[in-house]
């Protein structure tokens, strides 16, 4: 299996390889995507280029799309529903530029299109980081937060938890990364459960590794 990583830092992607590998227990092919972003808007802006890019010009099989949530409207049940699409919601806002992109395109090196895999880090992927050693720190309690307009944590803090500074350097934040995800990558079903943005990242990986078997 081939997979493309696209995420708002290389720090992100670093992590990104390790979780990818730990829901298919198993390192698949990584593929450059072709572009890089910076931040959620450039995400969002890059994508159909990306896609584009992948379809075209790589075997790869999916894109592996991450971006944190900041203070967005966070992706729930309510949101799978046939048809619904939450203008505020990343999660839903990705996959619809997903179909969007990859309904227009023809098949292309032997499939019809880039598997789409989505996640989405609430508040941010520090969050993820301190799965299993923060008490407090989840999805649903960052949720119950924005309904109380009373966050129970800020990213600021969660980045200084992490880092030990909420301003690390880039070589920092990799180590860092590497450090938490390889901690995760035993089990990571304690992060399917506290992080519902990141169970659809694995239920989507999940979905693709079949197909690709059954074509090869």
Not at 119 to 135: F, S, T
Request: proline letters at 7%; glycine letters at 6%.
């Amino acid at each position: 299996m081939k997979v493309a990583l696209l995420s708002e830092s290389p720090a992100d992607e670093t992590a990104l390889r390790v979780l990818v590998a730990a829901v298919l227990r198993q390192t698949p092919g990584f593929v450059a995507p072709g572009f890089r972003a910076r931040g959620w808007p450039n995400v969002a802006q890059v994508l159909p280029a990306v896609l584009r890019h992948l379809h075209f010009n790589t075997p790869v099989d999916a894109l592996v799309v991450v971006v944190d949530s900041d203070d967005s409207v966070v992706h729930t049940a309510e949101h799978e529903a046939p048809g619904y699409f939450h203008p505020h919601c990343r999660m839903c806002q990705l996959r619809a530029i997903h179909r969007q992109t990859t309904k227009r395109l023809p098949p292309a090196r032997g499939r019809d299109r880039v598997c789409r895999v989505v996640g989405v880090a609430v508040p941010a992927i520090e969050a993820w980081y301190l799965c299993g050693r923060a008490d407090g720190v989840s999805e649903a309690a960052w949720i119950e937060g924005q309904r109380r307009e009373l966050a129970p944590y800020t990213r600021a803090e969660l980045k200084q938890r992490v880092y030990g500074t909420d301003r690390p350097s880039l070589a920092h934040e990799i180590d860092c990364a590497l450090r938490e995800t390889e901690r995760l990558r035993h089990d990571p079903r304690r992060l399917e459960n506290d992080f519902p943005g990141f169970s659809a990242l694995a239920a989507d990986l999940r979905a693709v590794a079949p197909a690709v078997r059954t074509e090869r």
